[in-house]
C-alpha cells in the first residue's frame, strides 16, 4: 500500500503506470453538518458587506432569504451570519427540497439552503415562511436560503427577503493581503509592498471593472505572487484579464484556420497540469480530427508564431515540407500557455512537468467556449478521450473540467453524454464521470437532474452504469448526501445477481470507505452493514457485507490493494462506537458466512494487550456472553473460547 496524506490514497498494487490516484473533492454544498475546518476556510479574509447589517436583523425573525447574483459572496455572508450565532461547528447544510413546507428543523443549529430551486420558490410564501419561523423559534434554530436574482419569488415573502450587496472587491483584495501577512505567508515588507501595488491606477481600473469580491480574492493573490517571485504588474494583469470569456472568444477566432494550435489548447484546456507528454499525445490524436472539419491545410512559411506546418513552405521558387514544425515551447508559447517546474507526481517514480495557460480561469472559458459555441467540438473531445492511452490523472482532470463546463450546458444531453463513459468496462472512464457529476451537482439548478440520473443508473441491469453509480458515491456526492449515498448503494446491490461482480463490489467497498472519512458518517454506515448482513445469502447486499466483516476482521478495509480513503479495522469500530460495532458483531457471529471471520479478529483483539486494553474488550465480552442464549453464533463462538482457555490451563498446569 502507498501512503495516506490529507484528501489522497495512493493504490499501489499495479505497475507503475497503471498506478491510479484517487483523489476526493471535499464538496462545496452539503446537506448536513458543515465541518468546522471547512467553515473557517471559507471565512478567511471575509469582508462584511453593505447590506449585512439588514441580514442580521431579518434573520432575527429566524429566517433570511438572500437575494443575489452568481459570485457575488451570498454564501459566504450566509455562513458568517450562521457562524456569529452557532459558531463555525454549528452550520447544517440542507439540500433544495421541492416543497420547503414539509422540511423540519432537528436542532438548534444554524441551516443553510445554498441556491433554492425554482419549484421550491413557487412554493413559499406568508403562510408557510410563518410557519417555518416558529418551528425554527420552538427548536432555537435559524435559517439563511440564497436565491440566484433571476428566480422568482411569492411578492409576500418580501419581508424576510435581502438583496444582497457584495462588498467592493478592493476591500476584498486588501483584507485578503493582510491576512495572508498574519498567517506568516507574506512577509511584513511584502505586505506592505502588495497593498501599495493594489492603490495603483493599474489595478483599481481593473477592480473597477470586474466588481465581484472573487475579483478581489483574485487579484489578492496575483500581488501575493508578485512581490514573493518578482512577477511584473503588467504580467499579473495580463494574467487576470485573459481568463475572461471575451478573451477566450478572440483567441480562439484567432487560431481558428490552425488545427496545430486548436489542438493543443482544447489539450491544456480540457487536461490542465498533466504531463507535457499527456498534452502531445491527446493533442496528436485530436488535430487529424479538427482537420476533416476544414479544407486542406494552407501553404505557409514557417515561424514560431505560426503553427500549422502540414503545407510545404515556399522559399524562393523551390518548394519543401518542413519535417521539423515549430519545437513543443514555441508551440505553448504561441497558444499563451506554459510549462511548471518539473515535480514527481503522488505514487509515481519519474518526473512530471505540468504544462497551463498563464492566465487565471483561461482553461475554464476556453474549454466553455469550444465545448458549448462550436458544433461537434464537444463530440471530438470525447472521440479524442476515448481514443488516447490512458495516463494517471487523466480521469481528476478531465473529469472536472468536463463538469464545469456542464453546468453551463442547456437541454437533455447535458447529462446524456455522460452515457458512453458511465457504461464503460474502463473503471477511469467511470470515475471521468463520477468527477463530472460531482462538480455538476454543485449548481443548484442541476441538483435534481444529478440526483434522477443517478437514481436510474443505479437500477440498471447494466452492472458498469451501477459502478459509475458507486463511484459518484466515492466522492464530493457522497459526503454531501450520506444518507442519499446509502440509499443509492443500496439500490446499486438490490439485484438478483448470482455472487457479486468484482468491479462492482470494488466500487461500493470505495464508496463506503469515503463515506468513513468522516466521523459523522460511521452509524449510517454501520446501520446499512448490518441490514445488508440480514440479507439472503447469496445476494450482492450479503456479499458485500461479508467482504466488509471478512476485511476489517481479518486485517482492514477496504483490503490493501483497493481504493480506499479511510482503512477501518474492527478494533477501531470497538474504540469509537462500541453500540452500534455490538449489534454488528452479534449478526457476523450468528451468520455461518462471517462467524469464522469475526471470530478470529476478536481473538486477535484478546491477545493484543494494548488492543485488548484500548476498545474495552473484557466489558465488551461480557455483554456478549450475556446475549449467547439468545444468539447460537454468540454461544458458539463464547464455548469455544472458553474450551480453548480451559485447555490451555490445563496443559500449563500439567507441565
Known amino acids: 500500500m502507498g501512503g495516506v496524506g490529507g484528501n489522497l490514497t495512493v493504490i499501489n498494487a499495479a505497475t507503475l503506470d497503471e498506478t491510479v490516484a484517487d483523489l476526493i473533492i471535499p464538496p462545496r454544498l452539503r446537506e448536513g453538518p458543515y465541518p468546522a475546518d471547512d467553515v473557517r476556510a471559507r471565512l478567511r479574509g471575509f469582508v462584511e458587506p453593505p447590506t449585512y447589517a439588514r441580514c442580521r436583523k431579518v434573520l432575527d425573525s429566524h429566517i433570511l432569504v438572500l437575494r443575489a447574483g452568481s459570485g457575488a459572496g451570498a454564501s459566504t455572508a ?31 443549529r444554524g441551516y443553510l439552503l445554498q441556491g433554492l430551486s425554482p419549484a421550491a420558490a413557487t412554493s413559499l410564501g406568508e403562510v408557510v415562511l410563518t410557519a417555518l419561523a416558529g418551528l425554527l423559534l420552538r427548536s432555537g434554530a435559524h435559517l439563511v436560503v440564497t436565491v440566484r ?4 419569488l411569492p411578492g409576500d415573502t418580501v419581508p424576510w427577503q435581502v438583496v444582497h450587496r457584495p462588498p467592493p472587491p478592493t476591500e476584498v483584495a486588501s483584507k485578503r493581503l493582510k491576512t495572508m501577512a498574519e498567517a506568516g505567508e507574506l512577509a511584513p515588507e511584502q505586505g506592505a509592498d502588495a497593498l501599495g501595488h493594489l492603490a495603483s491606477a493599474d489595478f483599481a481600473d481593473y477592480l473597477h471593472a470586474h466588481p465581484l469580491p472573487q475579483d478581489g480574492v483574485e487579484v489578492a493573490e496575483g500581488l501575493r505572487d508578485l512581490v514573493v517571485s518578482g512577477k511584473p504588474s503588467a504580467s499579473v494583469l495580463e494574467d487576470l484579464r485573459t481568463g475572461s470569456p471575451a478573451a477566450a472568444r478572440t483567441a480562439l477566432a484567432k487560431a481558428s484556420h490552425r488545427a496545430d494550435s486548436l489542438s493543443l489548447m482544447a489539450a491544456i484546456s480540457l487536461l490542465s497540469e498533466q504531463d507535457r507528454t499527456v498534452l502531445e499525445k491527446f493533442s496528436a490524436i485530436l488535430r487529424p480530427h479538427i482537420e476533416e472539419r476544414g479544407g486542406p491545410a494552407p501553404i505557409t512559411a514557417r515561424g514560431p508564431e505560426l503553427i500549422d506546418t502540414h503545407g510545404p513552405v515556399m522559399e524562393g521558387p523551390q518548394m519543401r515540407r518542413d519535417l521539423l514544425g515549430p519545437s513543443f515551447e514555441e508551440r505553448l508559447e504561441a497558444v499563451g500557455a506554459r510549462p511548471m517546474p518539473t515535480r514527481f507526481g503522488a505514487g509515481q517514480r519519474y518526473p512530471v512537468q505540468p504544462v497551463v495557460f498563464s492566465g487565471r480561469h483561461r482553461s475554464d472559458t476556453l474549454l466553455r467556449c469550444l465545448w458549448l459555441d462550436y458544433e461537434g467540438m464537444a463530440d471530438l473531445l470525447w472521440k479524442t478521450l476515448d481514443e488516447t492511452p490512458h495516463r494517471s490523472g ?64 443505479s437500477r440498471s441491469a447494466d452492472v458498469s452504469l451501477r459502478c459509475t453509480v458507486a463511484e459518484t458515491c466515492a466522492g464530493s456526492y457522497g459526503l454531501a448526501r450520506p444518507a442519499v449515498a446509502l440509499k443509492l448503494l443500496d439500490a446499486v446491490l438490490d439485484k438478483p445477481d448470482k455472487g457479486l461482480d468484482g468491479g462492482l463490489r470494488t466500487a461500493v467497498s470505495f464508496a463506503l470507505s469515503t463515506l468513513l472519512s468522516e466521523d459523522a458518517n460511521h452509524t449510517l454506515v454501520l446501520d446499512r452493514l448490518r441490514e445488508w448482513q440480514g440479507a439472503d445469502p447469496g445476494t450482492p447486499r450479503h456479499a458485500l457485507a461479508v467482504h466488509v466483516i471478512e476485511s476489517m476482521s481479518l486485517a482492514a478495509f477496504p483490503r490493501p490493494g483497493a481504493p480506499g480513503a479511510r482503512r477501518v479495522r474492527l478494533a477501531d469500530l470497538l474504540v469509537d462506537h462500541p453500540e452500534w460495532t455490538f449489534g454488528l458483531v452479534v449478526a457476523a457471529l450468528d451468520d455461518p458466512a462471517t462467524h469464522e471471520a469475526t471470530a478470529t479478529g476478536l481473538s486477535r483483539i484478546e491477545s493484543d494487550p494494548a488492543l485488548r486494553h484500548h476498545t474495552a474488550f473484557p466489558h465488551f465480552l461480557a455483554a456478549l456472553s450475556d446475549t449467547a442464549r439468545s444468539h447460537r453464533g454468540v454461544l458458539r463462538f463464547v464455548l469455544r473460547r472458553h474450551r480453548v482457555r480451559t485447555a490451555a490451563s490445563v496443559e500449563g498446569f500439567a507441565s
Open 149 to 152: 436574482t433571476e428566480t422568482a
Open 78 to 108: 450566509a455562513f458568517a451570519l450562521l457562524a456569529e450565532r452557532y459558531g463555525a461547528d454549528g452550520i447544517i447544510g440542507l439540500d433544495s427540497p421541492d416543497d420547503l413546507s414539509r422540511w423540519r428543523p432537528t436542532e438548534g
Open 394 to 457: 487523466v480521469e481528476l482532470a478531465a473529469g472536472r473540467a468536463i463538469g464545469k463546463v456542464l453546468t453551463h450546458a442547456t437541454g437533455p444531453d447535458t447529462l446524456r453524454q455522460l452515457y458512453f463513459f458511465a457504461a464503460s468496462d474502463k473503471r477511469w472512464r467511470r470515475r471521468l464521470v463520477a468527477y463530472a457529476l460531482g462538480e455538476m451537482v454543485q449548481s443548484p439548478s442541476l441538483t435534481g437532474a444529478v440526483r434522477d440520473q443517478l437514481r436510474q443508473w
